[in-house]
Nanobody, 121 residues
Framework: VQLVESGGGLVLAGGSLRLSCTAS????????MGWFRQAPGTEREFVAA????????YYADSVKGRFTISRDNDKNMVYLQMNSLKPEDTAVYYC???????????????WGQGTQVTVSS
């Protein structure tokens, strides 16, 4: 599975961005998909994930109520809608895929190259 993110950029605090992840390769619809992020000098952390069917979603406490993950299996796409952005959301955001659970870095089977999100105050 190959993953390519897009949609990052610079936004003012309180604004919104929508990240997209295009997947190609085998059996995309059977993978759990998620988003992680990594700020300079910190470890990569879980942000959001959804099951392969999309019936269950999971969020880090820091983004709950502000971010929404969704997927379109027909288009091999995964999205992360980010609202009410804060300066502490600034990071490189990575799309991720896993055959099973995807709420930890260790569980990820495939990574995208990342897209920068910068939130200015």
């Amino acid at each position: 599975v190959q993953l390519v993110e897009s949609g990052g950029g610079l936004v003012l605090a309180g604004g919104s961005l929508r990240l997209s992840c295009t997947a190609s390769g085998r059996s995309f619809s059977k993978f759990a998909m998620g988003w992680f992020r990594q700020a300079p000098g910190t470890e990569r952390e879980f942000v959001a994930a959804g099951t392969w069917s999309g019936d269950k979603t999971y969020y880090a406490d820091s983004v709950k109520g502000r971010f929404t993950i969704s997927r379109d299996n027909d288009k091999n796409m995964v999205y992360l809608q980010m609202n009410s952005l804060k300066p502490e959301d600034t990071a490189v955001y990575y799309c991720a895929a896993a055959q099973y659970s995807i709420t930890t870095v260790q569980a990820v089977d495939y990574w995208g190259q990342g897209t920068q999100v910068t939130v200015s105050s």
